[in-house]
């Protein structure tokens, strides 16, 4: 497949513009978990050590391990992204099936048993996106409540709960 015109020009001007979405700055060693953005992902970084988001965030759990309250929000963060993306992209996929499906068959769109698909799939949708929505408040949660665990002024080695470098005690 050979891409030409606007298609080539919005291809190029896509990828022009995520080389600009990166930081270059990289927190102080404190001990103290902070959000980076290297090659336009986001991450957390620890003590000048970088655990990638990924998706789902998993790489925040791996940068607050040894506080036991703040790794429990880091979980309920992934998890609510999870349950997010898969009951959203879910839905999605069952209002544009059915409405796909109902067009195919012209004249005979909606039966009853096509509005029910439309439906669960609306509320599929209505139902990921509250769990998206609730979701951030657990990673801030998680980043606040470890950095608020960490004793060692900003500049100092590190000397909260990760004394060791990373490991639990």
Not at 2 to 17: H, K, Q, S
Not at 123 to 147: K, M, T
């Amino acid at each position: 497949m050979r891409i030409d015109g606007p298609l080539r020009l919005c291809a190029i001007a896509a990828v022009a513009a995520t080389a600009g979405c990166s930081t270059t700055y990289s927190p102080q060693r404190s001990g103290r978990v902070a959000m980076i953005m290297p090659d336009g992902s986001p991450a957390f970084v620890r003590d000048g050590r970088t655990y990638p988001a990924g998706v789902l965030g998993g790489g925040l759990a791996d940068a607050v391990a040894c506080d036991p309250e703040a790794v429990e929000h880091a979980h309920a963060y992934t998890r609510d992204m999870a349950i997010g993306l898969i009951s959203t992209i879910a839905g999605t996929a069952a209002v544009g099936g059915d409405a796909a499906y109902g067009t195919a068959r012209a004249g005979a769109w909606p039966q009853p048993v096509d509005l029910g698909i439309l439906g669960a799939g609306v509320v599929a949708i209505i139902i990921g996106d509250i769990f998206l929505a609730n979701a951030p408040p657990n990673l801030y949660d998680a980043i606040n409540i470890y950095n608020d665990h960490v004793s060692a002024p900003a500049g100092a080695p590190a000397a909260g709960p990760c004394r060791d470098g990373g490991h639990a005690e």
